[in-house]
């Protein structure tokens, strides 16, 4: 890693406490924290030093700590390297009991934007669990899915403005996994795919776990922050995916109007058309719609489709816009479902690249989510009036306990981007797990490590417990300022 970057990077950490155990303890949160690659060489003690304004006895020191704990590994001659201790890796959680998932007692969780299921989720068990005698005596293999569910996305799709036919959808194990297909079916190692910043981590995880790069498209207050100039365009243009969620944006929440997405399908397909088919070069590159969130955006606040708005005003086909959805978050996460809506010539491909990996989803689950979209209306309603109290009382709660942080304005979705008055995020949110609140920071939410004056705030806290949580985390960014040192028997949330 160049030493300038590391720099920065380390920057949060520095200015409290040695320097040595600044240094040490920045490049662990780093390594922890993902931003650091394991395998990752590290600049040398001398030019980190100077990038850091040090002296190079404060890098050895903090290199000598690294290595003993297991975090930094030196050859002779080929510098040293990011690692783990053993048993360790970056998305272990060293408070967890080991081979389980229970949380300690007293620590609120809040690294999931997802709600407990709605009571129409054991009804539709219920019913699904009467309709699966019909399915036994087939095999159970469905690759483009149960016709039936793509009959009910399909349906659901066109209700909401995206006339759909069944053969568009494919049915997958949730949005995520229709763009891990994207990504399998289009890319390439080295080409580029452009993500929003912020943006959710697994869709940069996924692009970088298929040797794709990723490019950040801004946002904005006012949304995608698309270059000015021509060349700008045509560069943003070079990328063979873009994936984009003008619904509920995660994690900022803003709902892009019908002006903001013209302006982004004329910046991105510019060049669609072009000869080669989706994902090839100079066609401009495939708009993975992702509408994850969308069903959570209240019908006076939504907006055309993109891929409606992309057959209607620029005559495209599912093959230059593709939508991605999912049950989890509009409904339950437990219930690992979703779609992809494009052309049947590009699902066939899907379905074709998806037979290497699990092939089909269970019939159960299936015919479980197709109980669930035909009481959609009552249910996201009941959802959507439960976020927004929730909402309400975050931002009345967050306004009164720090009124110098700020918010960006949520019109809808599962969180609260929140930003602090000085870049402390990751700090922060060590000392909340500390108080036992579980946060991430919002460097994880970006490609370059940036974002360290950001944290999310998922509303899965009830309004009434909102003061207390914000309470917990003004103390936590308290700490983080005073650099207090961690206690050896924390305080745990209680509301």
Same mark, same amino acid.
């Given at each position: 890693?160049?030493?300038?970057?590391?720099?920065?990077?380390?920057?949060?950490?520095?200015?409290?406490?040695?320097?040595?155990?600044?240094?040490?303890? $920045?490049?662990?949160?780093?390594?922890?924290? #993902?931003? @650091?690659?394991?395998?990752?060489?590290?600049?040398?003690?001398?030019?980190?030093?100077?990038?850091?304004?040090?002296?190079?006895?404060?890098?050895?020191?903090?290199?000598?700590?690294?290595?003993?704990?297991?975090?930094?590994?030196?050859?002779?001659?080929?510098?040293?390297?990011?690692?783990?201790?053993?048993?360790?890796?970056?998305?272990? +959680?060293?408070?967890?009991?080991?081979?389980?998932?229970?949380?300690?007692? #007293?620590?609120?969780? @809040?690294?999931?934007?997802?709600?407990?299921? !709605?009571?129409?989720?054991?009804?539709?068990?219920?019913?699904?669990?009467?309709?699966?005698?019909?399915?036994?005596?087939?095999?159970?293999?469905?690759?483009?899915? *149960?016709?039936?569910? +793509?009959?009910?996305?399909?349906? /659901?799709?066109?209700?909401?403005?995206?006339?759909?036919? !069944? =053969?568009?959808?494919?049915?997958?194990?949730?949005?995520?996994?229709?763009?891990?297909?994207?990504?399998?079916?289009?890319?390439?190692? #080295?080409?580029?795919?452009?993500?929003?910043?912020?943006?959710?981590?697994?869709?940069?995880?996924?692009?970088?776990?298929?040797?794709?790069?990723?490019?950040?498209?801004?946002?904005?207050?006012?949304?995608?922050?698309?270059?000015?100039?021509?060349? #700008?365009?045509?560069?943003?243009?070079?990328?063979?995916?873009? /994936?984009?969620? !003008?619904?509920?944006?995660?994690?900022?929440?803003?709902?892009?109007?019908?002006?903001?997405?013209? =302006?982004?399908?004329?910046?991105?397909?510019?060049?669609?058309?072009?000869?080669?088919?989706?994902?090839?070069?100079? %066609?401009?590159?495939?708009?993975?719609?992702?509408?994850?969130?969308?069903?959570?955006?209240?019908? $006076?606040?939504?907006?055309?489709?993109?891929?409606?708005?992309?057959?209607?005003?620029?005559?495209?086909?599912?093959?230059?816009?593709?939508? *991605?959805?999912?049950?989890?978050?509009?409904?339950?996460?437990?219930?690992?479902?979703?779609?992809?809506?494009?052309? !049947?010539?590009?699902?066939?491909?899907?379905?074709?690249? +998806? %037979?290497?990996?699990?092939?089909?989803?269970?019939?159960?689950?299936? *015919?479980?989510?197709?109980?669930? @979209?035909?009481?959609?209306?009552?249910?996201?309603?009941?959802?959507?009036? &439960?976020?927004?109290?929730?909402?309400?009382?975050?931002?009345?709660? &967050? %306004?009164?306990?720090?009124?110098?942080?700020?918010?960006?304005?949520?019109?809808? $979705?599962?969180?609260?981007?929140?930003? @602090?008055?000085?870049?402390?995020?990751?700090?922060?949110?060590?000392?909340?797990?500390? *108080?036992?609140?579980?946060?991430?920071?919002?460097?994880?939410?970006?490609?370059?490590?940036?974002?360290?004056?950001?944290?999310?705030?998922?509303?899965?806290?009830?309004?009434?417990?909102?003061?207390?949580?914000?309470?917990?985390?003004?103390?936590?960014?308290?700490?983080?300022?005073?650099?207090?040192?961690?206690?050896?028997?924390?305080?745990?949330?209680?509301?």
């Amino acid at each position: 890693m160049d030493p300038g970057r590391l720099s920065s990077l380390l920057v949060p950490w520095l200015g409290a406490g040695a320097a040595y155990t600044a240094v040490a303890d $920045g490049v662990r949160g780093l390594a922890l924290d #993902g931003r @650091l690659p394991v395998g990752a060489r590290v600049p040398s003690e001398r030019a980190l030093a100077a990038a850091l304004g040090v002296s190079r006895t404060t890098v050895s020191a903090a290199y000598d700590v690294l290595r003993s704990e297991g975090y930094l590994r030196s050859a002779h001659g080929a510098g040293s390297r990011v690692s783990l201790p053993t048993g360790s890796s970056p998305v272990e +959680r060293p408070d967890v009991e080991p081979g389980g998932e229970r949380e300690p007692e #007293g620590v609120l969780d @809040l690294t999931m934007a997802a709600l407990p299921a !709605p009571a129409a989720v054991l009804d539709a068990v219920a019913a699904a669990s009467a309709d699966l005698p019909l399915q036994l005596a087939h095999h159970g293999m469905h690759a483009f899915g *149960l016709p039936v569910l +793509r009959d009910a996305v399909a349906t /659901h799709l066109t209700g909401r403005g995206l006339a759909t036919r !069944p =053969e568009q959808v494919l049915i997958t194990s949730g949005a995520l996994q229709g763009w891990n297909l994207l990504l399998r079916a289009l890319a390439r190692p #080295g080409q580029r795919a452009l993500v929003e910043q912020p943006t959710y981590p697994a869709v940069v995880d996924a692009v970088r776990a298929h040797h794709v790069r990723p490019v950040a498209l801004p946002i904005g207050e006012s949304g995608w922050e698309l270059p000015a100039s021509p060349a #700008g365009r045509r560069a943003m243009a070079q990328a063979v995916l873009a /994936h984009v969620t !003008p619904d509920a944006q995660n994690p900022t929440g803003m709902v892009q109007d019908d002006d903001a997405r013209a =302006e982004l399908l004329a910046a991105l397909t510019s060049g669609a058309g072009a000869a080669g088919g989706p994902g090839s070069s100079g %066609a401009g590159p495939v708009v993975a719609v992702d509408e994850t969130f969308a069903d959570l955006v209240a019908p $006076g606040e939504a907006q055309t489709p993109l891929a409606a708005l992309a057959e209607t005003r620029r005559r495209l086909s599912g093959d230059e816009v593709v939508t *991605l959805g999912s049950v989890s978050k509009s409904f339950w996460a437990g219930l690992r479902l979703g779609w992809v809506r494009a052309s !049947p010539e590009l699902v066939s491909r899907l379905a074709q690249v +998806r %037979a290497g990996l699990d092939i089909t989803s269970p019939v159960l689950d299936q *015919l479980v989510a197709v109980h669930l @979209l035909a009481r959609a209306p009552e249910v996201l309603a009941e959802r959507r009036a &439960l976020l927004a109290e929730r909402r309400t009382g975050m931002l009345a709660a &967050l %306004a009164a306990g720090v009124p110098d942080w700020t918010v960006r304005p949520a019109q809808a $979705g599962l969180v609260l981007w929140v930003g @602090l008055p000085t870049p402390s995020a990751t700090q922060l949110v060590t000392h909340a797990l500390d *108080l036992g609140v579980r946060l991430v920071p919002g460097p994880r939410f970006t490609v370059d490590g940036t974002g360290d004056r950001w944290i999310r705030v998922p509303l899965t806290v009830p309004a009434e417990d909102a003061p207390a949580l914000v309470a917990v985390l003004r103390e936590a960014r308290a700490r983080a300022l005073a650099s207090a040192p961690t206690s050896r028997t924390p305080a745990r949330w209680t509301a």
